[in-house]
């Protein structure tokens, strides 16, 4: 049992992914507060700093010696939601079912900007996870 769930940084082509067990449901949020944060945006261009501050917010509350709940990998682990991917090239935040490494059609993707500013943030819940989305209670999403 668990509430997994990944974050992924992409950059230049490469990706980090910062995997949580138990608080994969939060992530969206704890993204948002990243962002938002002093320390977020005044690292937007600097994908290593930004990848240490996002970590950071996911392991608030946390022992960071702990041996687990929570890694950084080069590869997707488990996982029980779309992924969340923070594109610092692009400066903009996406969702992916798949792993696909691709913004679809249908993707749902917010400038830095605009996540940051998001009022509330949650996940959309369907009964086929790679159909999840996010709902952010803005006009468009209603």
């Given at each position: 049992?668990?509430?997994?769930?990944?974050?992924?940084i992409?950059?230049?082509?490469?990706?980090?992914?910062?995997y949580?067990?138990?608080?994969?449901?939060?992530?969206?949020?704890?993204?948002?507060?990243?962002?938002?944060?002093?320390?977020?945006?005044g690292r937007?261009?600097?994908?290593?700093?930004?990848?240490?501050?996002i970590?950071?917010?996911m392991?608030e509350?946390?022992?960071p010696?702990?041996?687990?709940?929570?890694?950084?990998?080069?590869?997707?682990?488990?996982?029980e939601?779309a992924?969340?991917v923070?594109n610092?090239?692009?400066?903009k935040?996406?969702?992916?079912?798949?792993?696909?490494?691709?913004?679809?059609?249908?993707t749902?993707?917010?400038s830095?900007?605009?996540?940051?500013a998001?009022?509330?943030v949650?996940?959309?819940y369907?009964?086929?996870?790679?159909?999840?989305?996010?709902?952010?209670?803005?006009?468009?999403?209603?």
């Open positions: 049992m668990g509430d997994r769930g990944n974050i992924v992409e950059t230049n082509g490469d990706r980090i992914y910062l949580s067990h138990w608080s994969g449901r939060d992530l969206p949020t704890i993204l948002k507060n990243a962002l938002a944060s002093k320390q977020g945006r937007w261009n600097d994908e290593s700093y930004l990848t240490k501050i970590f950071g917010f392991l509350g946390n022992d010696k702990d041996e687990i709940g929570f890694g950084i990998s080069t590869t997707l682990g488990d996982g939601y992924l969340l923070v610092v090239d692009l400066k935040v996406y969702l992916e079912s798949d792993g696909s490494h691709e913004i679809g059609q249908n749902q993707s917010w830095f900007e605009e996540y940051a998001l009022p509330n949650d996940w959309e369907s009964n086929n996870y790679k159909n999840i989305g996010l709902t952010t209670n803005l006009k468009n999403d209603e």
